[in-house]
């Protein structure tokens, strides 16, 4: 029974040469999607939230509603 | 009396009732014949592993007159043996081959059974657990502190931008 010559050396190689491309991209590809479906939006949350963000407003809303203890709502 | 084998007990229960029992063997050396066969650690070895794939002895090392003189034959070239002769070679040089020894078993079902049944005993005593020994839970569990709970959170506007207070209508007063 004569066998063909079984593959000797090269085996790491051969390997690397096939699967660091593809981690590569699918590293890449993980890291754009997260920034345009996490980032992104994020960023543009907070734009939102601060374009017409009325600090003083917001402050007397809580200040009604009695959640500090250094300034007590207007009425008491 | 339950004597405990070298070798897998049969049916689940049988494997759970001698597991209290436990086997030292300082309390089966008393009986004699119940002692299992240990292996000299001192001398080399053989296994069958797929991972450590050549053992430090052969399988077998006491061989018969024919094969002393097969071994002799091995030392000549190899072209002038036959494809028993090869065969023969092998297998006494080793035990199982690579197919055999990777093999599968249906041992999985057994294992996968068993972390069911533990993991059901596991439920019914955290139940009693829950019925006869956790002292009650604290006010702050209660339905309406939660819901004052979530109001003061709301109006301390706890994380307006992407968070709980983000989900808040504060217009409308409900829920976006």
Same mark, same amino acid.
């Given at each position: ?12 190689? *051969?390997?690397? *040469? @096939? ?8 590293? $890449? ?5 997260? *920034?345009? &479906? /996490? &980032? ?16 003083? *407003?917001?402050?007397?809303? +809580?200040?009604?509603?009695?959640? @500090? ?8 | ?21 436990? &086997? ?16 000299? $650690? ?35 070239? =190899? ?13 006494? $040089? @080793? ?5 055999? $020894? %990777? ?15 533990? +993991?059901?005993? &596991?439920?019914?005593?955290? =139940?009693?657990?829950?019925?006869? /020994? ?13 819901? %004052? ?14 968070? @709980?207070?983000? %989900? ?9």
């Amino acid at each position: 029974m004569s066998l063909p010559k079984p593959l000797m050396r090269g085996m790491l190689s *051969k390997r690397l *040469k @096939f699967h660091l491309p593809i981690s590569f991209a699918l590293a $890449m590809g993980a890291a754009i999607l997260f *920034k345009y &479906t /996490v &980032t992104e939006p994020r960023k543009q949350a907070y734009a939102d939230f601060y374009k017409n963000y009325d600090s003083v *407003k917001e402050f007397n809303a +809580m200040r009604e509603a009695g959640i @500090f203890e250094s300034v007590r709502p207007s009425g008491e | 009396m339950l004597h405990l084998t070298a070798g897998r007990v049969g049916s689940l229960l049988a494997r759970r009732a001698t597991a209290a029992f436990s &086997t030292s063997s300082v309390r089966m050396a008393s009986h004699g014949h119940d002692v299992a066969e240990t292996t000299d $650690m001192s001398l080399p070895l053989y296994w069958d592993r797929v991972d450590i794939p050549l053992p430090d002895r052969p399988y077998k090392d006491t061989l018969t007159t024919g094969d002393q003189s097969l071994k002799q034959k091995e030392q000549g070239p =190899w072209s002038q043996l036959s494809k028993e002769e090869k065969v023969a070679l092998y297998r006494l $040089m @080793f035990s199982q081959t690579f197919p055999e $020894m %990777k093999q599968p078993s249906a041992e999985w079902k057994s294992v996968v059974g068993g972390i069911f049944i533990l +993991m059901g005993l &596991t439920g019914l005593i955290v =139940w009693w657990q829950k019925v006869y /020994v956790y002292p009650p839970a604290p006010r702050t569990f209660d339905a309406d502190w939660q819901a %004052k709970q979530y109001k003061r959170m709301l109006d301390m506007r706890v994380n307006p931008i992407e968070g @709980f207070a983000a %989900k808040w209508d504060y217009k409308k007063g409900q829920w976006k």
